[in-house]
């Protein structure tokens, strides 16, 4: 298994590695789709520069990347390009080694179902086998490396990569069951882009599952095992916040990352809902409407959780893809990761319904992006809402993909608890509805 | 035949022999009765109603003498020189007999004197009372230093422009810094002089430019100014709060001046650390009291105009001011006002400190629009005014004409000619002028008015020496989503580098990428020696950059760094959007070696054009270069889609927020098959009848 898989790092390394030397470096790093203010490569260097002239890097309004990023590339700039290979290269690995040790895990509890005789009879088709799943955690590696998205993404040198291979690592240490190394990553990620606060609830779900303690209120052993995370968790986030404020010995950091996240004062187009949104608010409902969209951000975790907590795996890939759609400066990097999930939901397919669509539609807007910028901002024939529809469309898109394959996963576990091919009473074939 | 038309030419010109008598004497009597009433209006705001009648009057009549004069010039070319002679005779003669009036003048001087003298002594008292120790060392009352300069400088272009440079200088001798109130107000203007007391300014120079000085074709300017509006200020080190004190001040002079300097916010305001040093008196060089702000987008016109004549001790009423009229200098290619306020030495000792108010009015005259294209200008034909006295505050009332590349008239021949002629050093150069002197009767000729006539000889003039450092700036990049700022420097000296100071203030909205930032002369790079840079803030403060670049002897030093633009929020826009933004001027500031040796004595008498920048050194002088504005377009929204954006974006959320909550919520079930809606009726029917159900 390690030969194809060397051969894949192989063949993405090589296709990076010959873009950087292409003309197309050059012209990548300037797409909105590909950067946001928040990651571009461009603003980490002018950060580093200004840091050389004496100024504060967060003294303006460019640089927007956390402390540790500034000292980590302050010491690797010359090797930038290697250094987000590697962390694509890595991203990958863990993700190969995450779905492999999950999908080992799903196995076995479909064995011990099995053996309790607990499916239905007539979802023997619904069973996963063995030689189906063998080659999922490559395909997931696949679908990491060789995704478009990605490739852009690396090749523009977007910081969202790194953040991408701390999610990544997160989620091995997490379904390897090393709690502190989990609560760790995750909090690398929370400090990197807030945002990935909402996956410390699967992560812990996961964590208990494998512990075999269940998720009761009453139980002390729930209380000790959550309050031992969550401290690992805040402690080490912590850790890197005062870490950061000694590095730089001022808060100016806090504001400039996380205020910037969160207020979202540039309006710099990109693949998300926010920009327009904003630049077409009437002032006084700004407020309310920049609350209103973060807190949807946030928002689906709890109910999420509660609806999956059997599936907690499940659960961080409903997050992630979220958290890309509804955050405020995505970028393509965000998709990749969670496209990367696909495969290993390979046997949801039977259930999906408009994937067809979802997937033309994606193609479509992907497509479509540069040529309406191009319109926009170039030849100036078109206007703003031009690319604004796109984004839109791009959006629903990922909304009807990701609310697809929670319908599928849902509806799977129905049929293996209540049989594949229901009967009406009077005996007809059933349909099933959501009611 | 020949009869005839013999005839017709006869009755044509008794016509003209006619209309011409009963015109003059319409003039003449419309004349007398304006004289009345002006007289009548003007004796309760005058000090010297003879003087103000006797200029008035001539006010008036110039209009005729002109035509006069003009008249006499076409029919009889000839004649001019002996004309002027004649002039001159009849100069003196009237100097005997406008006696009266200087004498009134220093009746009303010395009754000042008397009274400054008074507040002097107090002001005194209350600083040194208890120390009598002191008192042998204070020097016996200086005569009051209150005095008024006005002159006017006109400097032929080479390329048949004209250029004309007004410079009213005030003195101010007071003490409104030590606490003591400052109600009488001589010939400083009391609104002015209430307003740089209120906020404790040390400095105040504000400028109000239209158009753009063309330093290639037209030499440098006595006093560099940017397109549109251009405030900086000092305060004094008292003052604590000075961004406060900076925002009440833009608005109350964007009051005075009915300009739009309210628009001055921390969004366009910079406390430059090395180019905007104090130009008067003064140790504080702390930039934390210092603030600058130019708003490039400013129109200059009429409005502007008539507040700034009204700081004027005559307004324009009087002496040069007249010449002021609206029409006439907006119809220029440049216009720029400007006004400057800073402590300086009160005499060479430099004892004591006067304040002075420098205001300059520098328009230039195009060639085709205002000369229609004849290489000839006058007087009348620049402002449509001559001048017939000086303003009888003013202690000298000069007129210059730059004749240093006409020393034999053989370039342009410059008429009434006169005997005076003085040298200035300007901008590292030895200058030549004719002087008229306003304050002397004679200058104003037979006619009582005094119009220059420049006329050019020669079809082309000689070549102009290249100003030694000049400046260019441009916008490269195509799109809306980046672009760059190139920044030309020009060193024309021939063998001598020098240092420029180079300052430029961005828009946040065009976010600027310091390390993109490339120095080069002659093709190699050239690393500025010292860069101090403010990134901007959005919403709040701009981007500042300044540094120091060695410019090579006889090279251009490009300056160029990129940045992205901002998509604003849609009311962030002005009402024209697509117009574009701009961005400000960038200065270069430098101590250019000079040619000549530089006047170092700043008390010393010389021009008033000559004095305004101090000079530390005789070898350079300081000069100041104002590049182009930017105007830079930016991405625009579509301004008419709020509500259907907030509709649209809304709907997208709100089916992602159906979607999850549908499954969230609901539970799978076999769908029981709903009966239809005949059947369903049915039912009911049945049921009322009690039969039993389909």
């Known amino acids: 298994m390690a030969a194809p898989l060397t051969l894949l790092l192989v063949v993405a390394v090589t296709i990076r590695a010959v873009l950087f030397r292409s003309s197309l470096a050059e012209l990548i790093p300037e797409r909105v789709e590909v950067v946001s203010p928040l990651n571009a490569w461009k603003r980490v260097v002018e950060g580093l520069a200004l840091l050389d002239l004496g100024v504060s890097p967060y003294a303006g309004d460019v640089f927007h990347e956390t402390p540790l990023i500034i000292y980590f590339f302050h010491f690797v700039i010359d090797y930038a390009e290697i250094v987000f290979m590697m962390a694509d290269a890595l991203t990958a690995v863990a993700l190969y080694l995450a779905v492999k040790d999950y999908n080992k895990t799903v196995f076995r509890k479909q064995k011990y179902a099995l053996e309790a005789e607990r499916y239905p009879l007539d979802c023997l088709e619904l069973i996963r086998t063995p030689k189906e799943m063998y080659y999922i955690p490559l395909k997931v590696a696949m679908f990491y490396l060789l995704n478009p998205f990605t490739i852009l993404s690396c090749v523009a040198k977007s910081t969202c990569g790194l953040n991408n291979a701390v999610i990544a690592l997160f989620i091995l240490c997490t379904v390897k069951g090393s709690s502190l190394m989990s609560a760790i990553f995750l909090a690398l990620a929370t400090y990197q882009s807030i945002y990935p606060l909402t996956l410390f609830a699967p992560a812990l779900l996961y964590l208990l599952q494998r512990l075999y303690i269940p998720v009761n209120w009453q139980r002390s052993s729930f209380w000790l095992f959550t309050t031992q995370y969550a401290f690992m968790y805040l402690g080490s986030l912590c850790v890197m916040v005062c870490l950061s404020f000694f590095l730089l010995s001022s808060w100016d950091f806090l504001s400039s990352v996380y205020g910037f996240i969160l207020s979202v004062p540039d309006l710099t187009p990109n693949i998300g809902l926010f920009w327009y949104f904003f630049a077409e608010m009437f002032e006084h409902f700004r407020l309310f409407f920049i609350c209103v969209f973060q807190i949807n951000v946030f928002f689906y975790t709890i109910p999420l959780s509660i609806k999956l907590k059997e599936h907690p795996v499940f659960l961080i890939f409903m997050q992630i893809a979220i958290i890309s759609i509804f955050k405020s400066y995505p970028t393509v990097g965000d998709i990749a990761l969670y496209m990367a999930f696909l495969p290993a939901w390979n046997h949801l397919y039977r259930f999906l319904r408009n994937i067809f669509l979802v997937s033309v539609v994606l193609l479509a807007c992907s497509a479509l992006f540069p040529v309406l910028w191009h319109l926009w901002i170039y030849a100036g024939s078109a206007n703003s809402n031009f690319y604004y529809a796109i984004t839109l469309l791009f959006n629903v898109a990922q909304i009807l993909l990701v609310s697809d394959y929670f319908y599928a996963y849902l509806r799977r576990e129905h049929h293996l608890t209540h049989g594949l091919y229901l009967k009406r009473k009077d005996g007809s074939e059933a349909t099933l509805v959501l009611k | ?694």
């Open chain 2, 1 to 694: 035949m020949a009869a005839h038309k013999c005839n017709i030419f006869m009755l044509a010109f008794v016509l003209c022999g006619l209309t011409y008598v009963f015109v003059r004497a319409d003039i003449e009597y419309t004349n007398h009765v304006k004289d009345a009433e002006s007289g009548a209006v003007d004796i309760a705001p005058k000090t010297n109603i003879g003087a103000s009648l006797q200029s008035t009057k001539t006010e008036d009549q110039t209009q005729t003498a002109e035509e006069e004069r003009q008249w006499e010039a076409e029919t009889n070319p000839a004649d001019a020189p002996s004309d002027n002679k004649a002039d001159h005779v009849h100069d003196t003669m009237q100097n005997l007999d406008s006696r009266p009036a200087p004498y009134a003048k220093d009746q009303t001087q010395e009754a000042a004197e008397e009274e400054r003298q008074w507040e002097a002594t107090e002001v005194k008292e209350a600083d040194h009372g208890p120390d009598t120790m002191q008192t042998p060392d204070v020097p016996p009352p200086t005569p009051a230093k209150d005095q008024f300069q006005e002159e006017l400088v006109i400097r032929p272009l080479h390329s048949g422009d004209i250029y004309a440079s007004f410079q009213f200088r005030t003195m101010w001798d007071t003490d409104f810094l030590r606490g003591s109130k400052v109600s009488h107000y001589r010939l400083f203007p009391k609104s002015l002089g209430q307003v740089i007391s209120k906020f404790s300014v040390r400095e105040l120079h504000i400028s109000f430019t239209q158009g753009y000085w063309r330093t290639m074709q037209w030499g440098q300017p006595f006093l560099p100014s940017p397109p549109g509006a251009e405030l900086w200020v000092w305060f004094q080190d008292t003052v604590t709060d000075v961004d406060g004190a900076w925002k009440e001040l833009t608005n109350v002079l964007s009051g005075i001046f009915c300009a739009s300097l309210n628009f001055i916010d921390s969004t366009n305001t910079v406390q430059p650390s090395a180019s905007f040093k104090p130009l008067g008196l003064g140790n504080v060089t702390d930039q934390r009291f210092l603030r600058y702000a130019v708003l490039p987008r400013e129109i200059v016109c009429t409005e502007n105009l008539t507040p700034w004549k009204k700081l004027l001790p005559c307004g324009s009423k009087a002496g040069l001011a007249v010449l002021m009229k609206s029409e006439k200098l907006f119809h220029s290619s440049f216009h720029s006002q400007a006004l400057h306020f800073r402590p300086v030495c009160q005499d060479w000792k430099c004892k004591s400190t006067v304040w002075e108010l420098r205001q300059t009015l520098n328009v230039v005259f195009d060639l085709h629009t205002s000369g229609q294209g004849k290489r000839e200008w006058s007087l009348f034909k620049m402002f449509s005014r001559t001048l017939t006295e000086a303003c009888p505050l003013a202690s000298s009332s000069k007129v210059y004409v730059d004749v240093t590349d006409n020393p034999q008239g053989e370039l342009f021949e410059l008429s009434p000619t006169t005997p005076l002629l003085s040298q200035a050093v300007v901008l590292g150069d030895r200058r030549t002028y004719s002087v008229y002197d306003l304050t002397n009767q004679a200058t104003f000729g037979q006619t009582r008015s005094l119009n220059m006539l420049l006329r050019w000889r020669a079809a082309e003039s000689g070549d102009m020496l290249r100003p030694l450092l000049h400046g260019e700036r441009y916008v490269a990049g195509y799109g809306l989503q980046t672009g760059e700022i190139h920044t030309l420097m020009y060193n024309n000296h021939p063998y001598r580098a020098f240092p420029v100071l180079l300052l430029e203030t961005v828009p946040w909205y065009l976010r600027l990428y310091i390390h993109t930032l490339t120095v080069t002369s002659k093709g190699r790079d050239n690393k500025p020696s010292y860069i101090h840079y403010q990134p901007s803030k959005d919403r709040l403060r701009p981007h500042l950059l300044e540094m120091l670049v060695q410019l090579p002897p006889n090279s251009v030093t490009e300056v160029t760094v990129q940045f992205e633009r901002a998509l604003l929020k849609w009311t962030e826009y002005t009402p024209d959007p697509n117009h574009g933004f701009y961005v400000g001027s960038s200065v270069i500031s430098a101590l250019v070696p000079s040619v000549v040796a530089m006047d170092t004595n700043s008390t010393r008498e010389c021009p008033l054009f000559s004095s305004f920048f101090p000079c530390k050194e005789e070898s350079s002088y300081f000069m100041r270069v104002y590049t182009e504005p930017l105007l830079v377009n930016l991405p625009t929204p579509d301004f008419s889609m709020p509500y259907n954006v907030i509709c649209l974006t809304c709907t997208v959320v709100a089916v992602g927020y159906g979607s999850l909550y549908n499954l969230l919520t609901r539970t799978f079930q076999v769908e029981e098959p709903s009966p239809g809606l005949a059947k369903r009726l049915a039912n009911i029917i049945r049921r009322l009848r009690g039969v039993p159900l389909l």
